[in-house]
């Protein structure tokens, strides 16, 4: 069995674990029908858990709301040579591979958290994959059991009521936004990252109702300084749980979205 084959088992396994200990009753517990919010969890973390839900947010038709023309100047010349060799046909989400954060978080779709002690569970119903991050600050998984992947490898830490997840490991196949995604009129379309990328999430529950997200990306291979990305405000959804939605590559992915609603 190949290296990847192994480290793929071996998280299935430690997920349907997590799932043994009690992933279910945590679920429920941040049913917005379990009753009134409470702001620790019982093991006394900040409580993130629920089902969130922010406004699309990116470049379009001039109106760029996720400061995209400030990333777009960051990057190199040698990106842009990079960039000149592909096109929007190129953007992996085309076919069914799944965006990393922050570009996840600028689709305008239902994520959910879900939180055991020392954990939280990151699911994205588009496209649908899951993130587990320790959030002990513990360090990152050690060089020799790592390899790059779409999602990276998270390690968090609390600050105060916000966590703070530092990701690093990412393949460098993802791009930062979508080919949709045009600030200005020269904009190609075109936001490749590099496997030498890094992000800084911070995750913020506001109150009941809003949660808070904000990135700093990182990618000395491509970009000449890091890029902010602007807040972003998710809305909890009066549901206890995101559902199954595949993503079929002869669907193809406006299909896909437009399924996902």
């Known amino acids: ?4 084959a192994i480290f793929v088992t071996a998280i299935a396994v430690f997920v349907g674990v997590l799932l043994w200990l009690g992933l279910q009753e945590a679920i429920d517990d941040a049913s917005p029908e379990s009753g009134s919010f409470e702001s620790m969890t019982d093991w006394g973390e900040p409580n993130l858990a629920g089902v969130w839900r922010s406004a ?5 038709a001039g109106n760029d709301n996720f400061d995209l023309a400030i990333l777009e100047r960051l990057y190199t010349a040698g990106a842009r040579a990079r960039m000149d060799e592909l096109s929007a046909e190129d953007d992996p989400v ?13 689709l305008g779709k239902s994520i959910q958290i879900v939180q055991r002690p020392g954990f939280a569970v990151l699911l994205t119903e588009a496209y649908p994959v899951f993130r587990v991050i320790p959030t002990t600050g513990r360090p990152h998984t050690e060089e020799q059991y790592r390899f790059p992947t779409y999602m990276g490898d998270s390690s968090a830490r609390w600050d105060g009521d916000t966590l703070v997840v530092d990701v690093i490991s990412f393949n460098g196949e993802g791009w930062i936004a979508s080919p949709a995604d045009r600030p200005t009129g020269s904009s190609s379309g075109v936001w490749p990252t590099s496997d030498a990328m890094r992000v800084v999430e911070r995750w913020r529950r506001i109150d009941a109702d809003t ?3 904000r990135a700093t990306v990182e990618d000395p291979t491509l970009l000449s300084a890091p890029w902010e990305t602007p807040v972003i405000t998710f809305n909890r959804l009066a549901t206890d749980r995101i559902e199954e939605a595949l993503c079929f590559i002869e669907d193809g992915a406006e299909t896909y979205l437009e ?3």
């Open 94 to 106: 085309l076919n069914c591979a799944p965006p990393a954060f922050p570009r996840a978080a600028m």
């Open 259 to 261: 399924r996902v609603g």
């Open 1 to 4: 069995m190949s290296r990847h």
């Open 211 to 213: 949660l808070e997200y």
């Open 56 to 60: 699309p947010r990116g470049a379009v």
